[in-house]
């Protein structure tokens, strides 16, 4: 990608849109076309029409999606397939009319099936069924997928699908009800810590294996893998089983037990973890395999305990901020 070259990345102020964005920044990028959710709505077709007629990018990354833990996903299916087959059919749809030169699209591990081999290949995709939870999801992401097949068989486009695995970084989703598990275990021992609480529920039995990827490490993947020659970038298009797919993970995995260990550690939370076995699982193990990905010489960088510490400091700045505007705020009403 030229420095200035036009580069959108679609939801820029979610996880890992914003680490895309601080990356291409940082990289000298200077042309990035960017709207924030209030100024686009992605699921409303003729928005994003007028959009891509208007700025014509280049490349696009589309980290846009509604996302979700296994509470949000096992509770709001409907909306889950509802909004991420519209965010994505309208952005890979009008990048394609407005011409842009490649589109990284970002799915999830969960569209690999519930119980396949470990580590997880690329060509296991839709070789078996997939976790019930967040099917919904998942469903809507193997359509993402497909659709950049179609638009490169038919078109001669080059979108490439990118499927990380989990992701934790600045700019988090600490909502309980909604966040995934890293950030849910940062709040809730941070929370049990400021209380003086001697115990923390974890949810499930923390024997289930999963990999954490920080999001910068995952910025970094994407933006090399943009940056691919043609010749490379064809390659990595033609996938197994003639998927336009690659893995981004880190290639090591935990128990959840001994990532709440961590978790507690950062925190400095002393109390015991207590394991609730009336709540689900999830799969029993979720390890990507990104031998694709070595090929190509990147490695992640930032490890678990750096990695935890730095979400932790970004999560009592954004306590702070949170904080200040509350009392701002009540002291505006006094
Ligand atoms: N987080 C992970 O662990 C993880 C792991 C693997 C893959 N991924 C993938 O990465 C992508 C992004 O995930 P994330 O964790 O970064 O999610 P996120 O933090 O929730 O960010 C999603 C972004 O998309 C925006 N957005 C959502 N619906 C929109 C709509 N209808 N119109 C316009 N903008 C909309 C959000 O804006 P608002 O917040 O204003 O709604 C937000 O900026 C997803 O495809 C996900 O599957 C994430």
Known sequence: MDLNARIYVAGHRGLAG???????ASGGYRNLVLRTHGEMELTDQAAVKAFFDKERP??????????????ANNEYPAEFIQANLAIQTNVIHEAWRGGAKRLLFLGSSCIYPRDCPQPIKEDYLLTGPLELTNRAYAVAKIAGVEMCRSYNRQYGTRYLAAMPTNLYGPGDNYDLASSHVLPALVRKTHEAKARGLDRVSVWGTGKPRREFLHSD?????CVMLMNLSDAAFDKVLRGPNDFPLINVGCGEDQ??????R????????????EFDTSKPDGTPRKLLDVGRLKALGWSSRIGLAEGIAAAYKDFLAREGSARKNINQ?????T
């Open 58 to 71: 280049e490349y696009v990354f589309v980290a846009a999606a509604k996302v979700g833990g296994i509470l």
């Open 18 to 24: 914003s680490a895309l964005a601080r990356r291409l």
């Open 262 to 273: 961590a978790v507690a550690s950062v925190v400095g939370f002393r109390g015991a973890l």
């Open 217 to 221: 490490d995952m910025a970094d993947a």
């Open 329 to 333: 705020t009540s002291e505006a009403r």
């Open 255 to 260: 128990t959840i037990a001994e990532l709440a």
